[in-house]
């Protein structure tokens, strides 16, 4: 398809391609072999102590909220804040286990608000779950130590964060679980993979149950076994099949060589866009906190009229997306909708302006100049 897109995925295909001929020369594609690869390469690139590699970043936040419940004995009813303005998964992991999301407002770097997340806290707070929107670190710094103040537990939503530093650290090491996706479009991609960071021992020894159905030995490790009876193992609670193999595994592999190349190019495209934008009073663009070395999966703008922005810019060749529209008018999220003004302003004008690693500057100059004059004709003033 013509034009210029959104998203783009960027794999190395060769390098993915002889990864995953490993696997299939060993015979081995599932879960082990290349997954455990993946595992120590995260934690030795983040500096984290403990990942687990998963089918997505949707089954990690499940289970991190499902893990941190049994583990402080949470009941259901109990309350999670979080941030209206996220893809459903976020928000969905809290419904899953019977909990009540309490959303709260974003600020300026579309992350949650630490003064509205503190006006939310109740008895019944077990949690905050934090966004990083677009690898954006907002005031995470902020909200992790109001969570370690008040003693409620804190989920990092990193789906768009890897790469993402603060102050020179890997995100991760404030929150007590961490997810990050290696989906298709994300910054490290895959076909569709996720990964778990817990800080806490017992609770990654834990997960890599829950993900295999609740069984205490999966089959790489019963294969690697020389004992007579290693086909044994034991079943200790239901649990999901949550866990990711070694074909994605290969690739993700593959992405992380790459991945503080690649997040500085798009750092670069950004700037591109940046300074072709700045001087335009009718775009607001969303800036990155301080200290924050973003992965920069999105470059996002706020104008009025969003909608109709988006038509005319389809109309020049142009396909951008909005990240996202807040789940407060979504009717499963009907019953918990509150205030959230600047959450609802952004949910009507964000846009998510293309961004690849196959943009050029041309293709940057060409966005940047039909928003402009689409944004200039909208407002009555000659373009």
């Not at 290349?34 to 499940?62: D, I, V």
């Amino acid at each position: 398809m013509s034009g210029i897109h959104l998203f783009v995925p960027n794999f190395r295909t060769k390098e993915c391609l002889e990864e995953i001929r490993i696997c299939l020369d060993k015979g081995w594609t599932g879960l082990g072999f290349k997954t455990l690869e993946m595992e120590k390469a995260w934690s030795e690139y983040t500096g984290l102590p403990h990942a687990h590699f998963l089918n997505s970043a949707t089954a990690g936040l499940h289970l991190a909220v499902r893990l941190l419940k049994d583990a402080d004995g949470w009941k259901d009813g109990d309350e999670v804040i979080t941030s209206p303005l996220t893809f459903v998964s976020t928000n969905h992991a809290i419904l899953y286990e019977n909990l009540k999301p309490v959303f709260a407002d974003v600020d300026e770097y579309l992350c949650l608000s630490p003064e509205s997340v503190e006006s939310r806290l109740s008895d019944r707070t077990r949690a905050v779950m934090f966004v990083g929107m677009g690898g954006n670190t907002g005031s995470l710094d902020r909200i992790a130590q109001l969570c370690r103040d008040k003693n409620i537990r804190l989920i990092l939503d990193a789906a768009h964060m890897a790469g993402t530093r603060f102050e020179g650290k890997h995100v991760g090491a404030e929150s007590d679980a961490a997810v990050f996706s290696f989906q298709a479009v994300k910054n490290l991609p895959s076909a569709d993979s996720g990964m778990i960071c817990f800080a806490d021992q017992a609770l990654d020894r834990a997960v890599r149950k829950w993900t295999w159905l609740g069984i205490n030995k999966d089959t790489y490790t019963r294969t690697h076994d020389q004992s007579a009876y290693k086909w044994q193992y034991e079943v200790e609670h239901p649990g999901f099949k949550y866990h990711g193999n070694s074909i994605m595994a290969a690739m993700a592999l593959v992405g992380l060589r790459y991945l503080d190349q690649d997040n500085a190019r798009r750092r670069e495209i950004c700037q591109w866009y940046d300074e072709a934008l700045s001087q335009h009073s009718g775009i607001e663009r969303i800036p990155t906190a301080p200290n924050c070395e973003s992965s920069r999966h999105l470059y996002q703008i706020a104008v009025d009229k969003r909608d109709e922005v988006m038509l005319a810019m389809n109309e020049k060749g142009v396909y951008p997306g909005v990240h996202y529209r807040t789940n407060c008018e979504y009717l499963v999220y009907r019953d918990y909708r509150v205030e959230c003004p600047q959450a609802t302003r952004y949910s009507d004008s964000l846009i998510s302006l293309p961004l690849h690693l196959g943009l050029s500057k041309k293709d940057v100059s060409h966005v940047a100049k039909s928003l402009m004059n689409i944004v200039t004709l909208q407002r009555g003033l000659p373009a």
